[in-house]
């Protein structure tokens, strides 16, 4: 049996245990697979830290570079995140011949149609189903099993850190920044929480999985995000009452003008399967043409399934090496087509502080009307000195419901325009 | 571009809406996968029954083997189900080295192993997407993604007939056989639903499963298997006061002494995953040892979903053939290697009706306690002539729990065990 010599460049929390299992259950791996893989060279950003892993036989480096001259090395893991070095080190493994295997979500949302050329180019695959949604095999169903599927619409729950605060706020009423809190103290929270919270997470894995499901690669930057920081205990409150649920959603859509790729924050009906995923916990669903609606739920994070999806990939790549089989990345994709938001068709809830006097609801009816965005729902709290108002609207153009926001913000009889958060999933 | 000739053996749901896709849509297909795909022989059983679909360019014949015969077909589609002639067009394709695809669900559960050994024989893939889930993408997650997982349960609902009767009952109250005619009506049961209600659809799917994921296969006689035609209103009203609701399970686990296949009805939590599935919806859910809990649903049947299915194998194939991979089928599995289901740990909800008499629980508890099955909950509903005991065990073996049952019908102040059904996915 042929050993497959495997390079890993970064040993933080998937790293780290992706090396424990190739070293330390070497046998067993070899034993359900069939293939014998050794960790050659591990490659640390920082040499002094002390290490938690058991290296085995593998040299460790402190360039990166390394794993690609090292001839002893036949397959690339690229585990440290972010665009540099791991970008310099994926475009020249795939150039030397060497298969590449990452979980970097941002290399691969910035870069992905120019590395999997590159990839086509070498002859050798570029793996990255660690890249979204941890654990969860999506990747290959969206490229192989629904090879002949038109898929309009992707949604997902993408990111565990907010879902999990999300829920928490959902289940305890308690405002963000204690849901923030607690989510750190636990350790589903970084200490700098950003990417996560503000959706720069999610708006990542949308242009992979907008990529995958249509073969267009919207840039980062085309993608209208907002994140969760904002949310209230009376939005909350809000949710429930219309029998609804808080998510922060990553949707990508095929448009008559192009693909359109968001992150926000929307309502959910509490029966759509999305509505259920609860905690730490993501889910991709997928709405296509014939398969109708899909559901892949799963760990999205952690170091152990994230891990277990990287080997996957790694075994893949190995059997492709002893050529058992011709392993094929995900066809190169074409960049842009990123269609307009502005004309997207969304649904909005608002909540409203208001005067209760005679002729409120009828400057804001005409307000919306003007706009051309009708009604779906009224609901009306308190009475006396001023009321709350949940408005539901029906779908919309994005600028119809802006322009509908503007004008209301703009009457009288409006005191504050408390909320507005999207609806998805909705009946109507 | 080289045109890829396809055969397909059975024209019915399935094979029907696979022929109206190829041929109507064949361009888009190009379009989307840069494949040309072209059915060129389709087999029908009776040659004068009207069809509904368009044959384009193909040759229709009367007899399977033809599609082998004819050196125009490159890839052979088996829709017709059943063991004959599917299985011997199925070894006969494959040994003309012609890839196949097939969603039987049937052939694959009974010959799976040997199918596997003909194809990988003969160098070429046998591919069966369809046979489990319709829609669902769950093979390849399965055998590629987690290949380098261990896994320790699969279980499903992968009968969309049964499902929607078990939601029609929990929702209506309405008694098996008034669901029944309904899902009759509305085209979810066929006019002999024996296949689907007596669990024997569900039992093949969980033999390929368990194959898929403990590469071990199971014989379809093998697995332990009750359907749904004994539960009554009253088992509903059970689940609902203990908070759970009633599934028919495909069940597949390690067990120190082989692998455990089993297809029952039982009581899952209601904020379980698997207890959101409604309707003829399927859902998969996997327990690994690292990835945790994994859950794929979808459309479980159908023409369309199941035709996507078929036609993604079809494309993988087609593109094995062009040379741009290698395509592999799961990998053949051993036969045989059944652990035992009676010593393989339940979980029972067990309704009583006794007499309503001081000592009797004293009785049963003592029952319960010689058979080594200890008591979770106890709940007593009505009180005078008779009462009616709901009881719910801690995890025992499967024949401890049968003992138990046993000595509690000995017992005179049990006026009747009225129903024993298995508990799954509960947390003690």
Same mark, same amino acid.
């Given at each position: 049996? @042929? ?7 970064? #040993? ?5 245990? $992706? ?18 893989? =050794? ?7 920082? !040499? ?17 570079? =390394? ?7 036949? $397959? ?12 310099? *080190?994926?475009? #020249? ?92 103290? *636990? ?7 950003? #990417? ?20 267009? %690669? ?18 909350? =409150? ?14 990508? =859509? ?39 609606? !899909? ?15 990287? /080997? ?9 090496? /002893? ?24 649904? %909005? ?16 009816? &005409? ?9 779906? $729902?009224? @609901? ?8 709350? *108002? ?16 503007? &004008?209301?913000? @703009? ?18």
């Amino acid at each position: 049996m @042929r050993t497959i010599g495997i390079g890993i460049a970064g #040993a933080g929390t998937v790293g780290g245990t $992706l090396i424990d299992r190739l070293v330390a259950d070497r046998a067993a791996v070899t034993a359900r697979t069939g293939l014998d893989l =050794e960790v050659r060279r591990v490659a640390l950003r920082d !040499l002094d830290r002390p290490r938690s892993f058991d290296k085995g036989a593998a040299v460790i480096s402190g360039d990166v570079m =390394e794993l690609v001259a090292d001839s002893r090395v036949d $397959l690339v893991v690229e585990v440290i995140g972010g665009l540099e070095p791991a970008g310099s *080190l994926v475009v #020249a493994a795939l150039e030397a011949g060497k298969p590449v295997v990452t979980a970097n979500k941002e290399l691969v949302a910035a870069r992905g149609p120019e590395l999997l050329a590159v990839a086509a180019g070498a002859g050798v695959p570029l793996l990255f189903e660690a890249a979204v949604g941890g654990g969860i095999p999506i990747i290959r169903p969206l490229t192989e099993t629904l090879a002949g599927e038109r898929i309009d619409r992707v949604m997902g729950i993408v990111n565990g850190t907010t879902n999990f605060i999300l829920t928490a706020m959902a289940d305890g009423g308690s405002d963000y920044a204690t849901a923030l809190a607690e989510a750190q103290r *636990l350790g589903y929270a970084e200490p700098d929480p950003a #990417a996560d919270v503000s959706g720069a997470d999610a708006a990542a894995k949308g242009v992979i999985l907008a990529g995958l499901a249509f073969g267009v %690669w919207v840039g980062v930057d085309d993608v209208h995000r907002e994140g969760i920081e904002r949310l209230s205990p009376a939005d909350f =409150e809000m949710a429930a009452r219309l029998g609804h649920v808080l998510k922060l959603l990553a949707i990508a =859509e095929r448009r008559p003008d192009g693909v359109v790729v968001r992150v926000h924050p929307a309502l959910v009906p509490a029966t759509h399967p999305l509505a259920a995923i609860r905690g730490a916990t993501n889910a991709i669903f997928i709405e296509g043409s014939s398969v109708g609606e !899909l559901l892949f739920a799963g760990p999205g994070a952690g170091g152990e399934p994230t891990a277990m999806a990287v /080997l996957g990939d790694v075994i893949d790549a190995a059997r492709g090496l /002893l050529g058992g089989s011709v392993v094929v990345s995900p066809a190169p994709a074409a960049t842009g087509g990123a269609g307009s938001f502005d004309s997207t068709p969304t649904q %909005w809830c608002l909540r409203l502080e208001v005067e209760d006097s005679p002729g409120v609801l009828a400057q804001i009816a &005409a307000a919306f009307g003007e706009a051309g965005v009708s009604i779906k $729902l009224v @609901r009306q709290d308190g009475r006396g000195e001023g009321a709350s *108002l949940l408005m539901v609207t029906h779908g919309a153009t994005e600028v119809a419901q802006r322009s509908a926001v503007g &004008a209301l913000r @703009r009457l009288h009889a409006v005191r504050e325009v408390a909320s507005t958060i999207r609806v998805e999933g909705d009946e109507a």
